[in-house]
Every structure is written in structure tokens, then in C-alpha cells.
């Protein structure tokens, strides 16, 4: 990737994730865009006939769903543990 801010050059090293328009997106809306291809997916294995074929339709929804939750830690990092809240009083 040509001009990348890398660790060793000042940057964080993490990828930018950008809308169509080329504004960045956050984590929240990037898991969003993730459960919605997850429903696509499912969707689709839905009305697969082939087991085969749904095991692997169902394998991508499994793929994105983690990827969503993985976001919304990032966000949420008590949530996506069930400890929200713990240590305050």
C-alpha cells in the first residue's frame, strides 16, 4: 500500500476504512455493513438446495457476524464481554 503511515513511520499501522465518498468509517458502521452482507449470506444458504454448498454459504455469515462482533468490541469493549459497567459504582 504506497503511502501507508506505518508504526515505523508515525502511523498506527491499521488499515483506514473508507465509505464510497471516501469518508472514513467507524468501527460501528463497518460492523454494520458486515451484519448486512451476513444477512445476504444467509439469505442465499437459505434457499440452498446443495448441503454442501449452504455449509459453505453458512461458513461466510459465521466469518462476517465475528468480524461484526469483533467491531462492536472495539467500541463497546465491556459489552462484547458481558462485564458493561463492571468496576464503576
Known sequence: M???LTPENGGSGEAE???SRGQLQSPRERAAHYRKY????RAWAAGEQN???RANL???VR???ETAASLDAE????????????GRR
Do not use: H
Request: hydrophobic share 40%; proline share 3%.
Open 2 to 4: 504506497t503511502g501507508a
Open 17 to 19: 476504512f473508507r465509505d
Open 38 to 41: 451476513a444477512a445476504q449470506f
Open 51 to 53: 448441503e454442501s454448498l
Open 58 to 60: 453458512m461458513e461466510i
Open 63 to 65: 466469518q462476517y457476524e
Open 75 to 86: 467500541v463497546n469493549p465491556g459489552e462484547a464481554t458481558g462485564n458493561a459497567g463492571a
